[in-house]
Protein backbone atom coordinates (compact mmCIF):
# COMPACT_ATOMS: atom_id res chain seq x y z
CA UNK A 1 0.00 0.00 0.00
CA UNK A 2 1.17 3.67 -0.50
CA UNK A 3 1.91 5.61 2.42
CA UNK A 4 0.53 8.89 3.21
CA UNK A 5 2.48 10.88 5.22
CA UNK A 6 1.37 14.49 6.45
CA UNK A 7 2.75 17.27 8.08
CA UNK A 8 2.09 18.81 10.72
CA UNK A 9 -0.46 16.64 12.30
CA UNK A 10 -1.88 19.81 13.79
CA UNK A 11 -1.25 23.80 13.74
CA UNK A 12 -1.79 26.80 16.36
CA UNK A 13 -3.10 29.57 14.09
CA UNK A 14 -4.54 32.96 13.62
CA UNK A 15 -7.09 34.20 11.23
CA UNK A 16 -5.06 35.83 8.20
CA UNK A 17 -2.01 33.89 8.57
CA UNK A 18 -0.73 31.73 5.63
CA UNK A 19 -0.46 28.21 6.12
CA UNK A 20 1.58 25.25 4.48
CA UNK A 21 0.69 21.36 4.68
CA UNK A 22 2.84 18.81 3.48
CA UNK A 23 1.83 15.54 2.08
CA UNK A 24 4.83 12.85 1.32
CA UNK A 25 3.70 9.26 -0.85
CA UNK A 26 5.72 6.05 0.17
CA UNK A 27 5.97 5.88 -3.83
CA UNK A 28 5.35 8.09 -6.76
CA UNK A 29 2.22 8.75 -7.53
CA UNK A 30 2.26 11.49 -10.15
CA UNK A 31 -0.05 13.97 -9.55
CA UNK A 32 -2.80 11.38 -8.80
CA UNK A 33 -3.58 13.47 -5.21
CA UNK A 34 -6.57 15.33 -3.65
CA UNK A 35 -6.98 17.22 -0.53
CA UNK A 36 -9.66 17.73 1.33
CA UNK A 37 -11.69 19.25 4.08
CA UNK A 38 -13.63 17.68 7.01
CA UNK A 39 -15.15 19.31 9.53
CA UNK A 40 -16.95 17.26 12.41
CA UNK A 41 -20.18 15.44 11.64
CA UNK A 42 -19.63 16.08 8.11
CA UNK A 43 -18.48 14.17 4.87
CA UNK A 44 -15.27 15.13 3.77
CA UNK A 45 -14.79 18.06 1.09
CA UNK A 46 -12.81 17.92 -1.86
CA UNK A 47 -11.08 21.40 -1.72
CA UNK A 48 -7.91 20.31 -4.67
CA UNK A 49 -7.59 17.26 -7.32
CA UNK A 50 -5.23 16.22 -9.68
CA UNK A 51 -2.57 17.97 -7.11
CA UNK A 52 -3.58 21.48 -8.17
CA UNK A 53 -6.55 21.65 -9.78
CA UNK A 54 -9.40 24.03 -7.68
CA UNK A 55 -12.55 22.62 -7.26
CA UNK A 56 -15.55 25.08 -8.38
CA UNK A 57 -16.50 26.92 -5.64
CA UNK A 58 -13.77 26.50 -3.47
CA UNK A 59 -12.23 29.84 -2.67
CA UNK A 60 -8.76 30.75 -4.29
CA UNK A 61 -6.64 31.35 -1.23
CA UNK A 62 -6.44 27.34 -1.28
CA UNK A 63 -3.99 26.36 -3.50
CA UNK A 64 -1.81 23.15 -4.16
CA UNK A 65 0.82 21.90 -5.83
CA UNK A 66 3.54 19.00 -6.72
CA UNK A 67 3.92 15.78 -8.13
CA UNK A 68 5.59 12.34 -7.39
CA UNK A 69 5.51 11.88 -3.65
CA UNK A 70 5.69 15.47 -3.00
CA UNK A 71 2.77 17.88 -2.49
CA UNK A 72 1.77 21.10 -0.61
CA UNK A 73 -1.49 22.45 0.05
CA UNK A 74 -1.21 26.19 1.44
CA UNK A 75 -4.19 28.84 2.41
CA UNK A 76 -3.52 32.18 2.37
CA UNK A 77 -5.21 34.67 4.79
CA UNK A 78 -6.77 32.04 6.95
CA UNK A 79 -10.46 33.06 7.54
CA UNK A 80 -12.37 31.25 10.24
CA UNK A 81 -14.29 29.01 8.52
CA UNK A 82 -11.10 27.49 7.22
CA UNK A 83 -10.27 25.61 10.69
CA UNK A 84 -10.92 22.28 10.19
CA UNK A 85 -8.59 18.85 9.09
CA UNK A 86 -7.27 18.68 6.15
CA UNK A 87 -6.40 14.94 4.51
CA UNK A 88 -4.36 14.64 1.62
CA UNK A 89 -5.29 11.24 -0.65
CA UNK A 90 -4.12 9.56 -3.12
CA UNK A 91 -5.92 8.11 -6.52
CA UNK A 92 -2.62 6.64 -8.40
CA UNK A 93 -3.32 3.05 -7.06
CA UNK A 94 -6.09 0.78 -5.06
CA UNK A 95 -6.01 0.88 -2.10
CA UNK A 96 -6.58 4.67 -2.23
CA UNK A 97 -5.28 5.94 0.96
CA UNK A 98 -5.05 9.17 3.06
CA UNK A 99 -3.00 11.30 5.16
CA UNK A 100 -3.25 11.31 8.93
CA UNK A 101 -4.32 14.40 8.78
CA UNK A 102 -3.63 18.06 10.40
CA UNK A 103 -6.33 19.65 12.26
CA UNK A 104 -5.90 23.84 12.10
CA UNK A 105 -6.61 25.32 15.37
CA UNK A 106 -6.89 28.95 16.49
CA UNK A 107 -4.27 29.98 18.23
CA UNK B 1 -25.34 18.12 -9.65
CA UNK B 2 -24.53 14.66 -8.27
CA UNK B 3 -26.26 13.65 -5.08
CA UNK B 4 -25.22 10.77 -2.83
CA UNK B 5 -28.11 9.67 -0.23
CA UNK B 6 -27.01 6.81 2.34
CA UNK B 7 -29.10 4.64 4.04
CA UNK B 8 -28.98 1.40 6.35
CA UNK B 9 -29.01 0.50 9.99
CA UNK B 10 -26.79 2.27 12.58
CA UNK B 11 -26.72 -0.83 14.94
CA UNK B 12 -25.62 -4.41 13.89
CA UNK B 13 -25.16 -7.25 16.12
CA UNK B 14 -21.37 -9.03 16.26
CA UNK B 15 -20.84 -11.34 13.67
CA UNK B 16 -24.08 -10.29 11.52
CA UNK B 17 -24.01 -8.38 8.34
CA UNK B 18 -23.46 -4.76 7.99
CA UNK B 19 -25.77 -3.69 4.79
CA UNK B 20 -25.69 0.20 3.69
CA UNK B 21 -27.18 1.67 0.47
CA UNK B 22 -26.18 4.73 -1.19
CA UNK B 23 -28.28 5.82 -3.59
CA UNK B 24 -27.46 8.06 -6.83
CA UNK B 25 -28.74 10.91 -8.74
CA UNK B 26 -27.16 12.89 -10.97
CA UNK B 27 -25.45 10.39 -12.71
CA UNK B 28 -25.83 6.41 -13.42
CA UNK B 29 -24.17 3.27 -11.61
CA UNK B 30 -23.22 1.70 -14.78
CA UNK B 31 -21.89 5.11 -16.56
CA UNK B 32 -18.42 4.25 -17.91
CA UNK B 33 -17.02 7.26 -16.50
CA UNK B 34 -17.32 6.36 -13.03
CA UNK B 35 -16.56 4.01 -9.98
CA UNK B 36 -18.39 3.52 -6.90
CA UNK B 37 -16.86 4.06 -3.47
CA UNK B 38 -17.35 3.10 -0.12
CA UNK B 39 -14.91 4.50 2.83
CA UNK B 40 -14.96 4.65 6.55
CA UNK B 41 -13.44 6.73 9.28
CA UNK B 42 -12.72 6.00 12.68
CA UNK B 43 -10.43 7.34 15.54
CA UNK B 44 -8.12 4.12 15.50
CA UNK B 45 -8.28 3.56 11.13
CA UNK B 46 -8.65 6.91 10.59
CA UNK B 47 -10.06 6.98 6.98
CA UNK B 48 -9.91 4.21 5.07
CA UNK B 49 -11.22 2.83 1.56
CA UNK B 50 -12.69 -0.50 1.32
CA UNK B 51 -13.66 -1.17 -2.14
CA UNK B 52 -15.39 -0.47 -5.37
CA UNK B 53 -17.67 -1.55 -8.03
CA UNK B 54 -17.97 0.30 -11.73
CA UNK B 55 -19.25 -1.16 -14.92
CA UNK B 56 -16.82 -1.30 -17.95
CA UNK B 57 -18.71 -3.44 -20.21
CA UNK B 58 -19.41 -5.73 -17.39
CA UNK B 59 -18.99 -5.68 -13.93
CA UNK B 60 -15.98 -4.88 -12.14
CA UNK B 61 -15.11 -5.09 -8.20
CA UNK B 62 -11.93 -4.07 -6.14
CA UNK B 63 -11.79 -4.70 -2.46
CA UNK B 64 -8.94 -3.41 0.20
CA UNK B 65 -7.21 -6.33 1.70
CA UNK B 66 -8.36 -6.09 5.14
CA UNK B 67 -12.15 -6.46 4.47
CA UNK B 68 -11.56 -8.91 1.44
CA UNK B 69 -12.90 -11.92 2.51
CA UNK B 70 -15.84 -10.32 4.52
CA UNK B 71 -17.39 -7.40 1.86
CA UNK B 72 -19.30 -7.65 -0.84
CA UNK B 73 -20.68 -4.30 -3.38
CA UNK B 74 -23.26 -5.11 -5.61
CA UNK B 75 -25.07 -2.33 -7.82
CA UNK B 76 -28.71 -2.26 -8.54
CA UNK B 77 -29.30 -0.91 -11.77
CA UNK B 78 -32.82 -0.67 -11.62
CA UNK B 79 -32.84 1.82 -8.91
CA UNK B 80 -29.64 3.28 -9.24
CA UNK B 81 -28.10 2.70 -6.11
CA UNK B 82 -24.93 0.17 -5.01
CA UNK B 83 -24.54 -1.11 -1.46
CA UNK B 84 -22.03 -2.55 1.15
CA UNK B 85 -22.46 -6.04 2.57
CA UNK B 86 -19.61 -6.45 5.34
CA UNK B 87 -20.24 -10.07 7.30
CA UNK B 88 -19.23 -10.91 10.66
CA UNK B 89 -18.54 -7.66 11.91
CA UNK B 90 -16.92 -7.12 15.14
CA UNK B 91 -16.93 -3.78 17.21
CA UNK B 92 -13.60 -2.89 15.15
CA UNK B 93 -15.88 -2.69 12.19
CA UNK B 94 -17.85 0.26 14.36
CA UNK B 95 -17.12 3.63 12.31
CA UNK B 96 -18.84 6.23 10.38
CA UNK B 97 -19.27 4.96 6.72
CA UNK B 98 -19.29 6.79 3.03
CA UNK B 99 -20.00 6.40 -0.25
CA UNK B 100 -18.28 8.49 -2.99
CA UNK B 101 -17.76 9.15 -6.73
CA UNK B 102 -14.81 8.68 -8.54
CA UNK B 103 -14.60 10.31 -11.97
CA UNK B 104 -11.77 11.43 -14.09
CA UNK B 105 -8.01 11.64 -12.53
CA UNK B 106 -8.61 9.93 -9.23
CA UNK B 107 -11.66 12.43 -8.16
CA UNK B 108 -13.62 11.71 -5.30
CA UNK B 109 -15.97 14.84 -5.81
CA UNK B 110 -18.87 13.96 -4.73
CA UNK B 111 -19.81 11.76 -0.86
CA UNK B 112 -22.82 10.61 1.23
CA UNK B 113 -23.21 12.07 3.98
CA UNK B 114 -22.09 9.45 6.24
CA UNK B 115 -23.50 6.56 8.19
CA UNK B 116 -22.44 6.00 11.71
CA UNK B 117 -22.84 1.95 12.29
CA UNK B 118 -22.42 1.14 15.94
CA UNK B 119 -21.06 -3.06 16.45
CA UNK B 120 -22.67 -3.90 19.79
CA UNK B 121 -24.83 -6.31 21.19
Known amino acids: DIQMTQSPSSLSTSVGDRVTITCRAS??????LNWFQQKPGKAPKLLISVASNLQSGVPSRFSGSGSGTDFTLSISGLQPEDFATYYC?????????FGKGTTLEMK | QVQLQQSGPGLVKPSQTLSLTCAIS??????????WNWFRQSPSRGLEWLGK?????????DYALSVKSRMTINADTSKNQFSLHLNSVTPEDTAVYYC???????????WGQGSLVTVSS
Open chain 2, 26 to 35: GDSVSANSAS
Open chain 2, 53 to 61: IYYRSRWLY
Open chain 2, 100 to 110: SRLIGLGVLLD
Open chain 1, 89 to 97: QQSHVTPYT
Open chain 1, 27 to 32: QDINTY
